[in-house]
C-alpha cells in the first residue's frame, strides 16, 4: 500500500478500503505540538500510553518533545531506540520485578517515581539511587476530571513529607508529582492541585527542584466542550508562581492527549444501513474506538466520503455498529451524518490520536494495521 496521499478522497479513490484506515496528518500534529510545547511553561513529557506509534513519537520529537513519560519498559525501549538522545522517565509506581534496573542499565533513565515507603526499597535494590530522581506520588482527584488518576496510585498529601524524607534518606533527589485526573474539563483543577502541592512543599525539610503536574488537559468532542488548551495553560502559569520551587527549579508535564489526539483520524466503511437509522460499520468498541467505554465524551467529528467526494445535505442522527458480533460493541453517542448516507460511503473521523491505536485489539478477527499519511491539513 502507498503510504502517503494529499488528502483523503484521493486515498479513498484509489483504494476503496475495505479495512478500516488510519490517517496520520503531519501539519496537525506538528501545529498542536508546537503551540503546546511554545506554551507550556517548563518541561513537556509527552505520555506514550496515549499513542505509542513510531511514526506519532516521530512527529512529536520533530515537534520539539525531548521528554517522555514511560510506564513500562517496552516504552521505554521504543522511545530510546528511536531517539537516543531522548529522555525517558519512568513514570509508573509498580513496575515489573527487573524494569528499573534494565531501563537505568541499558537506557539511562534517571527518574522514577513511587507512592508507597516500600517502592522506595524495591527501586533502590534495582538503581543507583545517589544519580537518580526519584518523584513522590501525590493523590490530589479534582472533580472536574472524568477520569480519576488519584484512585490507583498517589499517597495522601499528608504522607508526602515523610515518604520525601525516605527518598532523601537513600541519596536521591527527591522530587514530587501528581495527576488531577484524565480529561480535565475545568482548568481551575491546576490551581487547584498545584495548590494542595505548594501547601505540602512547604512543610518540607528541602526545597523541591522539581515538580510534576501530569496530564489531563481536556479536548473538545462532540457534546463534550471544554475551553481551550490555552485557557489550562494560563491556570498552570498563574498557580506556579505560589510553589515554593528551589531557584532553577522548574515544573513538568505529562500531557497524553493533549498531543496524541489532534493528528490522526479513522476511516471507516459503512456496511450496511437498517431502518432507525443505524449503521453498520467495519470498525467498533473493540477497535479503534475502544476509548468510548471509560465515559466522558461520546464521539468524535464526523464527515461523510461518496465515491472519493464529500457528502454534503441535511443532516441527522445515527447510532453506529462496529463488525463484531458482541453486542456492547455499538458507539455509545449519535453521530450527525449526512441523511442520505448509504452502504459503501466512508466516514472519517478526526481527533481520534488519542487511546485509539494503542489499545486496539483484534477481538473476533477484526483488526486494521492500515496507517497512511495524509499531507494537507
Ligand atoms: C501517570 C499518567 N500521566 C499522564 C497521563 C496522560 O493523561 P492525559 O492523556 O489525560 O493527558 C496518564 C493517563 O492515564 C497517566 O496515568
Known sequence: MNNSYRDVAGMLRELRPIQPVYCIYPRRYRKSTADFVKGF?????????????????????????????????????????????????????????????????KYGVRHFVIDHVDGIASLAAEIDMPNSVVFARMAVHHESAIMNLSAKFGAPPETIPSLIEA??????????AFNVGSSVTRPEAYSYAIGVASEVMR???????????????????PEFPVPPIGEYLAAVREAMKELPLRPGGEILCEPGRALAAPGLTAVVE????????????????????WE?????????PARVFRDGTLLSGNERSFRLYGPTCDSIDILPGAVELPAEIRAGDYIEFSGIGAYSLSGRTDFNGHYSDNIVTIESD
Request: glycine letters at 10%; proline letters at 7%.
Open 41 to 105: 511553561p517548563g518541561r513537556v513529557l509527552y505520555a506514550v500510553k496515549a499513542n505509542d506509534h513510531p511514526s506519532v513519537i516521530r512527529l512529536l520529537y520533530d515537534s520539539g518533545v525531548r521528554h517522555f513519560d514511560c510506564a513500562s519498559l517496552p516504552e521505554v525501549r521504543r522511545v530510546a531506540d528511536l531517539f537516543p538522545d531522548a529522555t525517558c522517565y519512568f513514570m509508573v509506581p509498580v513496575r515489573l520485578r527487573g524494569a528499573a534496573a534494565e531501563a537505568q542499565q
Open 167 to 176: 527518598i532523601l534518606a537513600t541519596g536521591a533527589e527527591p522530587a514530587l
Open 203 to 221: 512543610q518540607l525539610p528541602v526545597k523541591l527542584r522539581l515538580v510534576d503536574i501530569g496530564g489531563g488537559f481536556a479536548m473538545p468532542y
Open 270 to 289: 459503512v456496511l450496511m444501513r437498517k431502518e432507525g437509522d443505524r449503521l453498520f460499520i467495519n470498525d467498533g468498541m473493540y477497535g479503534i474506538f
Open 292 to 300: 468510548l467505554r471509560c465515559g466522558g465524551h461520546e464521539s468524535f
